[in-house]
């Protein structure tokens, strides 16, 4: 566990870290302590808090703009007017509800018995306006931004799809919309950068530290520093300072809403729910109706990469410690010194070192379990969604469909029985065609 230092801190932070300077200051604390930089202004996980998660980090010129962004949750998105456009929207631009279809064909193929998986159900975000779970977040969050009379909108996207799903909720409402995408992210999600750049935006590559997602965010959170009065951050993930998780889960949580509902219209609830995890708003959406049903077992299933024992993955529930990442207490990927380290994932979308708060706290409760994929398991299951299922699934969405025979057998064996397990597919796969092509060829050609 990283432990935070009481020393004041820079004026803007990204990411946590200890400085040589912090180091001689405290010799004490010098490698191989575990700690982690703390910012200037800390408001502790008492006002959005997860357990000991959450709470604020942030440089104090922030601290405004995130209480009038709180101000607004409480005036603005809980009023039934608001709702009320929200689900217009939601209905009339990006097709709500999604379907809760049957995978029977794929399910045959992690449990061809049927004794551990009696049912495989897909909540399908993937045939959402702009191919992703992204857009209930972004619209939603723009059409805030348009109530707090913003005109400008910025994002940070690594796999592109929120920055696709801001930038056509900017087009939608007439406001100006830049987008912050790590300079890896940018080469290998090329067709999300030409979605987003048509649709109005300018995509910003980052070219700083490892050049993906968590760069992004370090860059738009310094924008946001620079122009924090005419300019709203509509952050993608249920990650980042209090208000943002309880935000976006609030905006996510219509996919849960909608695969319950949808479930029980089936006959009852399923045993199982799984979500793939990274920075975590599909997860915590899919999760977020569930909660209060004790019998349905939660999972999320993160990145191994390369795996979880190598440098190489985005494991940060598997493999992290606590810490301060981008303005949050949770779980993040750290060295002995406290200082970030880099996360590897085939997957853009979860390329991240860090986690959501909430996510952090049921895992430490044992609501959710956390599992891990590697990059070749999701490659693998990309594959089979699409020959069994017809269905191409991101590179996100495919780290869930590998563990289903895990989760199948787990839940299986606990309860005696086979079981229903509910899968939320988070987006769709075209825009991952290139890295599937550039990996797989051979197999892709097949």
Known sequence: MC???????PAFVGETAVTPADAARHPARSPPARFCYKPRVATPPTSGAFGPYGGRFVAETLVPALDELSAALDGIVATPAFQRELD????????RPTPLGDASRFARTV???GEALGALWLKREDLCHT???KINNALGQVLLATKMGKRRIIAETGAGQHGVATATAAALFGLSCDVYMGAVDVARQAPNVARMELLGARVIPVETGSRTLKDAMNEALRDWVTHVDGTYYCVGSAAGPHPYPTLVAQLQRVIGVEARAQSLARGGLPDAVVACIGGGSNAIGMFGAFLGDEAVALYGVEAAGDGVDTPRHAATLTRGRVGVL????SYVLCDDDGQIAEAHSISAGLDYPGVGPQHAWLKDTGRATYLVATDAEALAAVRAVARTEGILIALETAHAFARVGDVARLEAARRGRPVTVALCVSGRGD?????LLAEEPHHVAS
């Open 3 to 9: 432990r935070l230092l009481r020393e004041k801190g």
């Open 88 to 95: 217009g929207w939601l209905a009339d631009y990006v097709g």
């Open 111 to 113: 449990d061809p018995t």
């Open 131 to 133: 191919g992703a779970h």
């Open 326 to 329: 981008h303005g949050s207490k």
């Open 431 to 435: 825009k991952d065609l290139s890295t």
